[in-house]
């Protein structure tokens, strides 16, 4: 089992550009999620999707939308990216609520 | 808003010392987890606690939840070079899907 993956593992946008971050899992979970770590910050979430065909906001959605494709697949789009968006994104799936998640191995973006 | 706070932010300590890590919040979670994260790669899941009280051991590792259910502990016994790394609290509110991230406390053990 690969667990979760994500492409591309690095990104460099100019502002104004848009791009889509894809994630898939494959341990069968309901639940997805992504979060965005900055320096001293630790990890903020953005969007979660509690199982297939529901998304819902975290703590920082703003300037980003979010797409369960399938039960597998839960995708990032940035519409109009920001210098503020650059960051590591990451992707991870749970299969309870609150036992733990499962990460993948993140995707560096740099907007300039 | 719920906060975790992490303490100390960063440790350097040599081998075969012992050290503790402090997660601590005025919210209660209904579960909290241990991650640990090497440069470059996403935070890889330690434990999970869900009982006030709770203690867990991972081989030197031991993870305390509190009574109350607002902070936790990592206590390692015996710190190996291998141990090196960025250690994050998480907490999980009542539903359980917005988990939030203490800052992390950085680790370095000197051989």
């Known amino acids: 089992n690969a667990g979760v993956t994500q492409t591309p593992k690095f990104q460099v946008l100019k502002t104004g550009q848009s791009m889509t971050l894809q994630c898939a899992q494959d341990?069968?979970?309901?639940?997805m999620y992504w979060y965005r770590q900055d320096p001293g910050m630790g990890l903020r979430l953005i969007y979660y999707?509690?199982?297939?065909?529901?998304?819902d906001k975290g703590e920082v959605p703003n300037g980003y939308n979010v797409s369960r494709l399938n039960k597998r697949e839960f995708s990032l789009r940035l519409e109009s990216a920001a210098p503020s968006q650059t960051s590591v994104y990451f992707c991870?799936?749970?299969?309870?609520?609150?036992?733990?998640?499962?990460f993948g191995p993140g995707t560096r973006l740099t907007v300039t | 808003t719920q906060l975790l706070e992490q303490s100390p932010q960063f440790l350097s300590i040599q081998e075969g010392e012992n050290l503790t890590v402090y997660c601590n919040s005025s919210s209660v979670f209904s579960s909290l987890q241990w991650y640990r994260q090497e440069p470059g790669e996403g935070p890889v899941l330690l434990v999970t606690v869900v009982t006030g009280g709770e203690v867990k051991k991972l081989k030197r590792l031991t993870f305390q939840f509190g009574d109350a259910r607002k902070d936790s502990s990592l206590h390692i016994t015996a710190a190996q070079p291998g141990d090196t790394g960025l250690y994050l609290c998480?907490?999980?509110?009542?539903?359980?899907?917005?988990?939030?991230f203490g800052a992390g406390t950085r680790l370095f053990v000197k051989a």
């Open positions: 991870a799936s749970s299969d309870l609520q609150g036992t733990g998640l499962y």
């Open positions: 999707s509690a199982s297939e065909g529901t998304t």
């Open positions: 998480a907490g999980a509110g009542t539903g359980g899907f917005k988990t939030i």
């Open positions: 341990m069968n979970h309901n639940s």
